[in-house]
T-cell receptor
Framework: GAVVSQHPSWVICKSGTSVKIECRSL??????MFWYRQFPKQSLMLMAT?????????EQGVEKDKFLINHASLTLSTLTVTSAHPEDSSFYIC???????????FGSGTRLTVV | QKEVEQNSGPLSVPEGAIASLNCTYS??????FFWYRQYSGKSPELIMS????GDKEDGRFTAQLNKASQYVSLLIRDSQPSDSATYLC????????????FGPGTSLSVIP
């Protein structure tokens, strides 16, 4: 089945630093990757949609200069949280449309803690 | 109005009972509907997908879709403690077939 590998699974960083999260599609080509953020006891909130070879599409209220998305190849999409602050601490998950209509493949998630 | 709504929960059922999870959506032209299960600290995993009106059964799970009422539900028969998790309803949007919006989730607790 389709597999999306997400790294790192957790990261702790200091305020003001940047953190990069990678999602790779291992056995299929993902021309589109969705990036979600999930705060404790809340649902997944779509942040942005990355498209291979073009600019990402950001949801309303998401700062594109803070959350940099790059989708340089058909198998790799990255999310960089720049100048991280404690309020950016969250669970970040990527997802790619599957090969068929049967759901979407999620990465394992990245737990970001900014101290 | 929120695009996807679910009964707030938490929902507690005894082991062996039927758990009923409900979801309504606002985009009338939505075509694809999904139920995901999410354990604490983990990514969601797909349980069921449904595209046509009616019922779809897979093991202990039955998804029900009523597009006229913009309603989709998930029934879990013979509930087990391992079913305790948050269940997320997800619906594709009109603007992009691949873009899926998640509901807030319903927390289910199955009591042994």
């Amino acid at each position: 089945g389709a597999v999306v590998s997400q790294h790192p699974s957790w990261v702790i960083c200091k305020s003001g630093t940047s953190v990069k999260i990678e999602c790779r599609s291992l056995d299929f080509q993902a021309t589109t990757m969705f990036w979600y953020r999930q705060f404790p006891k809340q649902s997944l909130m779509l942040m942005a949609t990355s498209n291979e070879g073009s600019k990402a599409t950001y949801e309303q209220g998401v700062e594109k200069d803070k959350f940099l998305i790059n989708h340089a190849s058909l198998t790799l999409s990255t999310l960089t949280v720049t100048s991280a602050h404690p309020e950016d601490s969250s669970f970040y998950i990527c997802s790619a449309p599957g090969r068929d209509r049967y759901g979407y493949t999620f990465g394992s998630g990245t737990r970001l803690t900014v101290v | 109005q929120k695009e996807v709504e679910q009964n707030s929960g938490p929902l507690s059922v005894p082991e062996g009972a039927i758990a009923s999870l409900n979801c309504t959506y606002s985009d009338r032209v939505s075509q694809s509907f999904f139920w995901y299960r999410q354990y604490s600290g983990k990514s969601p995993e797909l349980i069921m997908s449904i595209y046509s009106n009616g019922d779809k059964e897979d093991g202990r799970f039955t998804a029900q879709l009523n597009k006229a009422s913009q309603y989709v539900s998930l029934l879990i028969r013979d509930s087990q403690p391992s079913d305790s998790a948050t269940y997320l309803c997800a619906v594709n949007t009109e603007t992009s077939y691949d873009k899926v919006i998640f509901g807030p989730g319903t927390s289910l607790s199955v009591i042994p």
